[in-house]
């Protein structure tokens, strides 16, 4: 499918869809070539809300990502965010208004979990209004994370911002505890979702554990050859389809 989906817009929308060059996207997988510029980015659309705190773990997996990509030949520097401020706001009201068409009603709401119940009443209390606003900002967001980013053919961030979290480490009880949780371990993924960007995660690094690290790598609208290619690379020289759980 994503052969077929190929074909460009120029526009600073993410629903350009993939681009049209040279070869195949296996092809791009396989051969793992190019050197290219990307942007280094740990700030979130979050962290105006929350305390957002990179472990020792996912700053290591991130530093290892950015050494191997430096002796791979590729340029680095430091990439930011447009204005974020009221994302977290729009954010939230979106996924409310989506979850508020659950088709539940009555007694069935409690059958389901607190987040999922609090996201459906909540998102039923949303006017018109807030729903056309949150979506006219956060498509307009779109447009400015594209723009921020059009000097980099990808972005590298952490992928998590905590090694995996143990069973039981979710608040069950409260909601919006259990919203926050989600943000403050992955902080870097819902902005992705918004822009409509290409990204793939690649595990780098393991804990003292022996639980796997990694990074998430960003691309331009249409630039998923791009993350194959780097992805391709990064796995060659971490050799990481050799590793495997001891008692395999």
């Not at 074909?7 to 929308?13: A, F, S």
């Not at 779109?142 to 961030?157: H, Q, W």
């Not at 979290?165 to 943000?183: S, T």
């Amino acid at each position: 499918m994503l052969e077929r989906s190929r074909g460009r817009l120029p526009q600073r929308w993410s629903l350009g869809a993939p681009g049209d060059g040279e070869g195949s996207f296996l092809g791009a997988a396989v051969r793992g070539e190019g050197r290219f510029q990307i942007g280094v980015l740990t700030a979130s659309p979050w962290d105006e809300e929350y305390d957002i705190v990179l472990s020792a773990e996912a700053r290591a997996s991130l530093d290892e990502g950015t050494a191997a990509l430096a002796e791979l030949g590729h340029g680095l520097e430091e990439a930011a965010l447009p204005p974020s401020a009221a994302y977290p706001a729009a954010f939230r009201t979106l996924w409310q208004s989506g979850a508020s068409t659950l088709p539940v009603e009555g007694a069935d709401l409690e059958l389901l979990e607190p987040l999922t119940r609090w996201l459906v009443e909540e998102g039923r209390r949303r006017s018109a209004r807030e729903i056309v606003e949150a979506a006219a900002w956060l498509s307009g967001y779109e447009r400015a994370v594209i723009a921020a980013f059009s000097g980099f053919d990808a972005i590298l961030t952490p992928t998590l911002t905590m090694p995996p979290r143990p069973v039981g480490w979710y608040d069950l009880e409260d909601p919006e505890r259990n919203f926050e949780q989600q943000v403050l371990y992955t902080p870097y993924t819902s902005f992705v979702n918004v822009s409509g960007l290409p990204a793939v995660s690649l595990p780098l690094s393991t804990t003292r554990e022996g639980l796997p690290m990694g990074v998430q790598l960003i691309g331009r609208p249409g630039g998923e050859a791009v993350l194959l290619a780097i992805g391709a690379q990064l796995e060659r020289r971490a050799r990481w389809q050799r590793r495997h759980p001891p008692q395999w």
